[in-house]
């Protein structure tokens, strides 16, 4: 009786969970793997964005070590900038040139390098080579191919053709940048589309070929939807790329003649670096943000009606 009396008022045993259970665990090994990238995210992106936003608030004149709050002053005179209407001509210009001369280029070399023929390997790597040389270089070897005396006009001499001053005409400038730039880069699209080709199956043009479907509607109804994807990818890195553009109108240009090339990032540079209104160059980097995030929101909503598979 008395050892049952026992075992029944004895108190239960409370049992203590481990504190590193396997999902805690888990998540530690994930957060650990993220916190580089996070970390990198906002030393790099967030606190600059944010630091860009202070500036442009202010009047920060480094020559005379002064910094003064003006509020939006810099908006203000953003508005009411007589050049920026020429400037932002200038930059869309160059950037639909630039897109479509680029993704066209880029999609005609992936077709063809897609057939298996002799010396297709020799020709993706010619195509591909100018993506991985220094774009200073690149873009240095072109000023003198472009001179009124350089390489192009020597080699259009030799044809009884008169070349023009490619760089500092008013016509050819921004055009002659335009194929320096589309030479440099072309060759990232072209290997991009070249894996989405190759992932399209071959029974689909078979059957297409079936029945009745020429060249033009198998490409437009087969290869078109299924490497949709890749198109939307390459466009969207070919805009925001656009946009950025500085090296090349720096040395080919310098943004003339007249402000013909000057696109808003040299123009953003002119004004923080060689005039030193940095708060008015702060805002124009703001302009700059909210234009390429809005072309590629709009880009990212309408991949919906074009993009296969999406819904």
Do not use: C
């Not at 030479?183 to 070249?194: D, E, S």
């Not at 290869?223 to 390459?234: A, D, E, Y």
């Not at 890195?237 to 090296?247: D, E, H, N, P, W």
């Not at 008015?280 to 880009?299: E, H, K, M, R």
């Amino acid at each position: 009786m008395t050892l049952t009396r026992t075992r029944e008022t004895a108190a239960p045993r409370t049992v203590v969970s481990p504190y590193w259970t396997i999902r805690r665990r888990d998540n530690l090994v994930g957060y650990l793997f993220i916190g580089p990238q996070l970390v990198g995210s906002v030393l790099f992106v967030l606190l600059p964005l944010g630091l860009v936003l202070w500036y442009s608030l202010h009047e920060w004149n480094v020559l005379a070590g002064t910094f003064e709050f003006t509020g939006g002053d810099n908006y203000a005179k953003l508005l009411d900038d007589p050049k920026l209407g020429e400037v932002l001509g200038g930059t869309a210009l160059f950037s639909v040139g630039l897109v479509v001369l680029n993704l066209s280029l880029a999609l005609l070399l992936a077709i063809l390098l897609n057939q298996r023929l002799r010396g297709t390997t020799f020709f993706r790597t010619l195509f591909f080579s100018p993506v991985v040389v220094s774009l200073v270089a690149w873009t240095i070897v072109w000023q003198f191919l472009l001179q009124a005396d350089g390489g192009i006009n020597g080699l259009l001499g030799s044809f009884g053709v008169d070349g023009p001053n490619w760089l500092r005409g008013e016509g050819t400038a921004m055009a002659s940048v335009i194929v320096v730039q589309v030479l440099k880069n072309v060759g990232l699209n072209m290997v991009l589309f070249l894996a989405a080709l190759q992932g399209v199956p071959n029974q689909l043009y078979e059957a297409a070929q079936l029945d009745g479907a020429g060249a033009w509607t198998r490409f437009t109804r087969v290869t078109v939807p299924l490497i949709s994807p890749t198109i939307l990818l390459t466009s969207i890195i070919t805009v925001v790329g656009s946009l950025q553009v500085f090296a090349q109108i720096a040395v080919l240009t310098q943004g003339g003649p007249g402000m013909s090339t000057t696109v808003l990032v040299y123009y953003l540079y002119q004004q923080a670096f060689q005039f030193h209104h940095f708060g008015y160059g702060a805002t124009l980097s703001v302009l700059l943000f909210a234009i390429v995030a809005a072309l590629t929101l709009v880009q990212w909503r309408m991949r919906r009606k074009w993009v296969f598979h999406e819904s």
